[in-house]
């Protein structure tokens, strides 16, 4: 009976392994790299300590760009394809491409918490929808947040008294501060639990997909079960349901407008533990993301500070034009510091790879030679395109003004021109890109105004970026001196 059992057991085991790791079916294009087998155990235990594809897809890229290849990546194959097809691709429904599959897939999500984006359009829905349109009457409340949060970073920093600040820590507890306030509102945004929360979990969801990369699929529910970053991310999903919902009532905050509220008010969702999924996956990724995009800006501005005084006169005009208050119509005004934001957008995207989606039923393209089989990743060179002369002139130059000169909506930041997959294209483009925006313009524009800053003594040009796998990232460790200006009454 035993015996019967150990072999029923060791059957069914081998069942499961043999079913994760079939190999897919794969298109037949060009590899660049190696081509790692699933059965070879090294693979498991390498995979996360690849060397940078970057060089790899910047290389292809100017060499054949009009021809799709595969590369090899920390998660796996992805398909890069021609920039030619974004056209027939971008506006695919779900059924075809889904861009919230390749995020979960990207992050292993599905044991981080993150893959709760696949359950419906409903945290897209509401960035898109009422966070957009309701801008003009939360910006008081973020601009009253950023005041509140610069004035507690800066408590040391006097009129023309030099102190030393880490650029990330800076722009990431500003960040932090006015997109909690947005999200949760007060008190919730201040309450322990919920800063922890928000601060843990992007680098838990790196951790946990560390981690796991060195497993083969079909041992990692077994692994992440055990990781200790798990009960951290248990502990911190937990207590923010009992801070939001305590005795399965929504707690209420002072503000009527937020996220959460949002969340709410559409009744797509009432399930506390989903809701307090989500408003953690929405915060944490708008800290991240605009964390990254606001300390490149400031680095380009460290190493070219003939921008700050045109930037600073522009923000003057506007900011005291309106009466020293923030508002939707002033934050437009704020036309030099689009283009400042977009030409560093274009040189420090955040990943070469750009239009990551997961083919979900097969597709042909329409060379008709091309197929793409459900379960394939597919994606575009965003960074070697940003730096085509094809779509900009001398692409390799840093220009503040690039986009300035222009009136078409394209030179506004949230803007899409032929060439930036930075916020996306298509259906799924960035939804809070709105939002994003005014945040950022509205930091930057106001650390401009009160303060002077640069690179410590001896430092005139940006770090280098990091480049980890297809990712790039700011130099997290960059100090900058920051001054307190003697500004206007």
């Not at 660049?32 to 155990?41: C, E, Q, S, V």
């Not at 898109?128 to 970073?153: C, D, V, W």
Request: aromatic share 10%; with cysteine.
């Amino acid at each position: 009976m035993a015996s019967g059992l150990y072999w029923l057991l060791a059957a069914g085991f081998l069942i499961i392994v043999v079913a994760t790791m079939s190999p897919r079916s794969k298109p037949k294009l060009p590899r660049l790299g190696p081509n790692l087998d699933l059965f070879n155990i090294t693979t498991w235990l390498s995979r996360s300590d690849l060397g940078s594809s970057y060089q790899l897809i910047e290389q292809a890229y100017q060499k054949f760009k009009d021809t799709n290849f595969m590369v090899h990546t920390m998660t796996g194959d992805q398909v890069v394809l021609a920039p030619k097809f974004l056209t027939e691709l971008r506006m695919l429904p779900e059924s075809k491409l889904s861009s919230s599959a390749a995020l979960v897939d990207e992050t292993l999500g599905m044991y981080s918490g993150v893959d709760i984006i696949m359950k419906g359009h409903l945290s897209s829905d509401i960035c898109r929808g009422q966070l957009t349109k309701n801008l003009p009457h939360l910006l008081p409340y973020m601009a009253e947040e950023l005041k509140l949060a610069i004035s507690q970073f800066f408590s040391e920093c006097e009129v023309g008294k030099p102190i030393s600040y880490n650029a990330y820590e800076l722009v990431s507890t500003m960040i932090h501060s006015v997109s909690s306030r947005v999200f949760v509102g007060t008190p919730f945004c201040y309450d322990k639990a919920w800063v922890e929360a928000v601060t843990h979990f992007p680098l838990d969801v790196e951790a946990v997909k560390t981690a796991l990369l060195r497993f083969p699929a079909f041992l990692r529910p077994l692994v992440a079960s055990l990781l200790p970053v798990k009960r951290r991310l248990a502990r911190d999903h937990a207590n923010i349901r009992k801070l939001l919902f305590p005795s399965s009532e929504l707690a209420q905050s002072k503000e009527d407008l937020t996220v959460l509220k949002f969340l709410l008010q559409t009744s797509k969702d009432s399930d506390a533990d989903s809701l307090s999924s989500r408003l953690l996956v929405l915060t944490a990724a708008a800290l991240h993301t605009s964390s990254m995009a606001t300390v490149n800006v400031l680095y380009d501005l460290c190493a070219m500070p003939g921008y700050i005084e045109p930037l600073r006169a522009e923000a003057q005009t506007a900011f005291f034009g309106d009466g020293g208050v923030w508002k939707v119509e002033t934050i437009k005004k704020l036309r030099l510091l689009d283009s400042f934001l977009k030409e560093s957008q274009r040189l420090n995207s955040t990943s070469c790879l750009g239009f990551s989606r997961k083919v979900m039923s097969e597709i042909r393209l329409s060379d008709g030679m091309t197929v793409l089989p459900a379960g394939t990743t597919i994606s575009m060179a965003a960074g070697p395109m940003a730096r085509d002369s094809a779509y900009y002139n001398d692409p390799l130059r840093f220009d503040g003004y690039r986009f300035f000169k222009s009136e078409q909506v394209e030179s506004e930041y949230t803007g899409i021109e032929a060439g930036n997959l930075s916020w996306g294209s298509g259906r799924f483009t960035c939804p809070g890109r709105w939002y994003a925006s005014a945040m950022i313009k509205m930091l930057v524009a106001t650390l401009i105004l009160d303060y002077d800053f640069g690179y410590p003594e001896g430092q005139s040009t940006r770090p280098p970026s990091i480049l980890r796998d297809v990712e790039v990232l700011p130099d997290f460790q960059q100090n900058i001196i920051v001054r307190k200006r003697q500004t206007l009454p």
